[in-house]
């Protein structure tokens, strides 16, 4: 029986500290797991809570991230509550076996550090390794604080594991921004943490040696279009319902409120950065302090990167004239993914919205206030001019001559 | 520990009740599918299987057909042993717990991987499985080439063998290289058990597999899989060719307790020419032309090196 | 089943080997199995043959080579007894006739078209050998 750990109300946790104890308090079953900076010390996090008898699960330690993912794939599909960590190379090593996961409809959950991807190799974090995953079937959330990291772990559980929806699920938060600093976390305790996520109810596991079951076969011209319509399906239609009720129940727990997109000041805007991660916070403090000077800014964060809220996104910006998207991944050779996506959402609507993309922060490069103040005025005299007053694309905090395409 | 299936004998070993269903797409006279069923049947224990993807999961698992009697996953190319070592750890997990829905029943865990995915793409994997230690068997079912593709070579195709990448032309008589000797990599890693198996000496492979089931950790079986498909013979002789492979001694039959004591468990009573081995194989053929003789005098010799290395090794008990 | 639309499927592929749960399938006949219909054992793979076996059980000696070394689980084999050839599931490798060892031998291929009693009446005599 794992020993309970008491909890302060308020304890300081980096990041990763926050998400390992998360994962402590869900009771994981198994944990296969290899260590990469900056996830590294919730791999060490969770070792030590096992050495101390705070864990009962199996923790396999496993050779890379590619064998940490199939370790979680088959633990998973034998039936029982799977998770792991990593970041950068480590996810970009699993990324077949993550498009494996999904299509077998496994619920695991992925804590993503997030970090650039080599070459050059970095350490520091940025949103590429996520961007790699886009299209790989999973739910993502987007964390941007360590107290988003630790409550979106157990909404992730909770919604994965859900029998209607089966599927694996991302917890995403800023390499060393996020997972190395720490602030006050507003923690729950053991007993009402578990409790939220509840007890693991297998579904279709081999470990039900009375019923065997295949996972994992082949399907050629005459099935596959069928059955991955059908987790298309299920991450358009079966998702957000689940995620809603998780985060109502998780807001009636805690009194925190969370949502499929967090939107600040959006409603009377003239014009709204569109970013993710520790940025949301930087964009909400500058845009209050323009908005006391008489600019009518907002910021829009998205919280669940995937399924995509194409209609609570369409319905929060429609109306919004100048709109900028932050992308912290370079798109080598084309306008950026958040740029793109709010482009696909907006384009059939009738308002005229002026979109730009802003490329940034790769590699820890920082986004400072002064930055964004910067992109709200032009963002500004967008929404005046009623269409582009810069190039489509910009790059910022770049040393060298600007920057900028399109 | 659960009971050994008695098998005094193969009358006795036909009532057995098939875990592994025909209609699949296996080649007619396929040698995976005669090893997979001796090794399903040399116990009624529960299992869980993987495998990797290859002859054996492609032809075993197209929708909308399963030939699987028992619990099975095959996630890709390199994990089918990570596959079952994360079960393992599930069901390891669900026992301390006390989850599990047959609490009484111990499942064994086994992982089937070709020779190109367990000996290449898939190395890795296995060492880590067999590193960590855990209770699972881990069976290469042996072809010496990636035949589910049409036949290139793996790092298991032994020098001289005509493949889609490396093939027999006028400049090139096939393969350079020469088998990597798995049994020895995985009795390296302390596997309390290795062992090399063939179909046609099922007496021989079923009492491995029951050792190998009775031990604890993770056990490695060699099984040599004559493929009628890419080493081109007839599909009626798949079992001769084994006979031929066996007899020659290019295919011997050993074990490797906890990773040094080595036993030769078959010594044929008329030891056959390997170059009668060879000819019986399309797949050898251009070596009998005469410029590739000595590739033929280097075969008897290496195997007669090999017989030698393996008998002095028994002796020795090291 | 082949018309199945997106919707008619377990998720993620999943195929289930029986139709309800079963306990100790490795003692219970495949007779007496509640195969699901996604069980390749309901399938038949007889259109892949051009020769067939035919077993003659007068010259039989019940040693079970042939059910052991059949790939196709084929070989129907009963209280240690040949029963005869599943040809829902026999491939036609030929495998057992080469394994089967009694003079004449009690499983020789045909033409898929062969009539099993005309061959039965026509099987040829033990091979005597040349001196």
């Not at chain 2, 865990?109 to 881990?138: L, P, T």
């Not at chain 2, 290795?194 to 099984?223: L, S, T, Y």
Request: glycine share 8%; hydrophobic share 40%; charged share 25%.
């Amino acid at each position: 029986m794992a020993e309970k750990m008491e909890l302060r109300d308020i304890e300081v946790w980096d990041g990763n500290m926050a998400a390992s104890q998360a994962m402590r308090q869900v009771q994981i079953d198994v944990v296969a797991a290899y260590p990469i900076t900056p996830s590294t010390p919730i791999v060490e996090n969770y070792g030590s809570f096992l050495a101390n008898g705070y864990v009962d699960g199996e923790f396999v330690m496993v050779e890379s991230e590619h064998a940490a993912m199939s370790g979680c794939v088959g633990a998973s599909a034998a039936g029982g509550r799977v998770a792991t960590a990593t970041s950068s190379q480590g996810f970009a090593l699993m990324v077949e076996v993550l498009y494996q996961a999904s299509g077998m409809r496994l619920p695991i959950v992925l804590n993503v550090v997030n970090r650039a991807l080599a070459a050059p190799l970095n350490v520091n974090g940025d949103h590429s390794d996520m961007y790699l995953g886009r299209d790989s079937g999973w739910i993502q959330f987007d964390a941007y604080n360590p107290q988003e990291a630790y409550d979106l772990n157990f909404i992730a559980f909770k919604v994965a594991e859900d029998h209607d929806v089966r599927l694996p699920a991302m917890v995403h938060q800023d390499g060393f921004m996020t997972s190395h600093t720490a602030q006050g976390v507003h923690t729950l305790d053991d007993d009402t943490a578990y409790n939220f996520v509840g007890e693991f109810q297998p579904m279709n596991d081999m470990l039900d040696l009375d019923n065997p079951v295949t996972h994992g076969v082949q399907t050629e011209e005459d099935w596959h279009f069928e059955h991955k319509a059908r987790q298309h399906n299920d991450l358009m239609t079966k998702v957000f319902p689940k995620i809603e009720a998780a985060f109502d129940a998780f807001e009636k727990l805690t009194g925190r409120r969370y949502n499929l997109v967090e939107t600040y000041n959006v409603e009377d805007a003239d014009a709204v950065v569109v970013c993710m991660g520790t940025s949301v916070e930087t964009a909400v403090e500058v845009s209050k302090e323009l908005r006391a000077e008489g600019k009518k800014v907002g910021v829009v964060g998205i919280r669940v990167f995937r399924p995509w809220p194409f209609e609570a996104i369409r319905d929060a910006l429609k109306d919004v004239k100048a709109i900028g998207a932050l992308d912290r991944s370079s798109p080598n050779g084309t306008v950026g993914a958040l740029f793109n996506e709010l482009a696909g959402t907006l384009i059939n609507g009738d308002t005229k919205n002026v979109l730009s993309n802003y490329v940034y922060g790769l590699g820890g490069r920082d986004l400072t206030k002064a930055h964004l103040r910067e992109i709200f005025g032009e963002l500004l005299a967008n929404a005046e001019a009623g269409a582009l007053t810069t190039p489509t694309q910009q790059f910022v905090g770049l040393r060298g001559p600007k920057l900028s395409f399109l | 520990m659960s009971e050994i299936k008695k098998i005094k004998n193969l009358k006795e070993f036909s009532t057995s009740a098939d875990r592994f269903e025909g209609a699949n797409l296996l080649c007619p006279g396929c040698a995976h599918s005669i090893i997979v069923r001796e090794i399903l049947n040399a116990t009624n224990d529960d299992l869980i299987l993987s495998a990797s993807t290859g002859c054996l999961e492609v032809c075993t698992a197209v929708y909308p057909y399963t030939s699987w009697d028992a619990s099975w996953i095959h996630i890709g190319f390199e994990n089918g042993s990570t596959a079952v070592a994360g079960a393992e750890a599930m069901y390891k997990a669900l026992k301390r717990k006390g989850r599990l829905k047959q609490p009484d029943r111990e499942p064994k865990f086994v992982a089937f991987g070709g020779d190109g995915a367990s000996y290449d793409i898939g190395f890795q994997w296995i060492s880590g499985c067999f590193e960590r230690g855990h209770n699972m068997m881990y069976v290469v079912l042996d072809n010496e080439v990636y035949a589910n593709t049409g036949g290139q070579r793996s790092s298991s195709t032994p020098i001289g063998a005509s493949t889609t990448t490396a093939p027999a032309g006028r400049v090139s008589y096939g393969e350079k290289m020469n088998k990597k000797d798995m049994l020895a990599i995985m009795a390296a890693h302390g596997s309390p058990y290795v062992a090399q198996v063939a179909p046609n000496k099922w007496k021989d492979m079923i009492k491995k597999i029951q050792h190998g089931f009775q031990v604890e950790g993770p056990v490695f079986i060699n099984a040599m899989s004559a493929c009628t498909t890419e080493w081109k013979f007839a599909p009626e002789d798949t079992i001769a060719i084994s006979d031929l492979a066996t007899d020659s001694l290019v295919f011997p039959l050993y074990e490797i307790i906890d990773g040094t004591k080595l036993n030769i468990t078959y010594r044929p009573k008329n030891v056959i020419p390997v170059k009668d081995y060879l000819g019986a194989q399309g797949r050898f053929k251009h070596l009998f032309k005469p410029e590739n003789k000595h590739i033929l005098d280097e075969w008897q010799e290496r195997i007669d090196k090999q017989w030698e290395y393996l008998q002095r090794r028994e002796e020795a008990s090291v | 089943m082949e018309n199945n639309g997106w919707n008619d499927f377990e998720i993620g592929a999943m195929l289930r080997s029986f139709e309800k749960p079963v306990s100790g399938v490795a003692t219970i006949l495949q007779e007496d199995r509640p195969y699901s219909p996604n069980n390749s054992f309901t399938a038949s793979v007889a259109d892949w043959r051009i020769e067939k076996p035919i077993f003659n059980k007068d010259y039989c000696i019940d040693c079970q080579f042939c059910w052991i070394y059949c790939p196709d689980i084929s070989i129907i084999s009963r209280d240690k007894k040949m029963v005869g050839v599943d040809y829902d599931h026999c491939k036609g490798c030929g495998i057992c006739v080469e394994v089967c060892p009694t003079n004449p031998k009690s499983l020789l291929m045909f033409e898929e078209r062969a009539d099993e009693e005309a061959m039965l009446a026509a099987w040829p005599e033990k091979e005597t050998k040349e001196k």
